[in-house]
Nanobody, 121 residues
């Protein structure tokens, strides 16, 4: 089993910055993808940014140029640096990891507990 622990959410004024962290632990043979999703009230969960094991990154159009995803493979940790935050970025942010628990298993998706990000205008 893989556990994800998130940190770094909070309240910030528009134009400010926050950095989210997500550390994966437990039975991990390999990690394919680490990423962040968010869900605002009344809306569906959406992909914000993702980082693959071969170093490719993907961003939602709404955050391109403002958010940066990075990954520390030695710590199985993914970060989301969020700059120039806007009120519409307000949401619960969830860490998502696609990982193989063992050599003999397939890949599974794991979710963090979520961390609230609130951007005031």
């Amino acid at each position: 089993q893989v556990q994800l622990v998130e940190s770094g959410g909070g309240l910030v004024q528009a134009g400010g910055s926050l950095r989210l962290s997500c550390a994966a632990s437990g039975s991990i043979f390999s990690i394919n993808v680490m990423g962040w999703y968010r869900q605002a009230p009344g809306k569906e969960r959406e992909l914000v940014a993702a980082n693959t094991d071969d170093g490719r990154t993907h961003y939602a159009d709404s955050v391109k140029g403002r958010f940066t995803i990075s990954r520390d493979k030695t710590k199985n940790t993914v970060y989301l640096q969020m700059n120039s935050l806007k009120p519409e970025d307000t949401a619960v942010y969830y860490c998502n990891v696609e990982a193989r628990p063992s050599l003999y298993s397939g890949s599974y998706n794991y979710w963090g507990q979520g961390t609230q990000v609130t951007v005031s205008s």
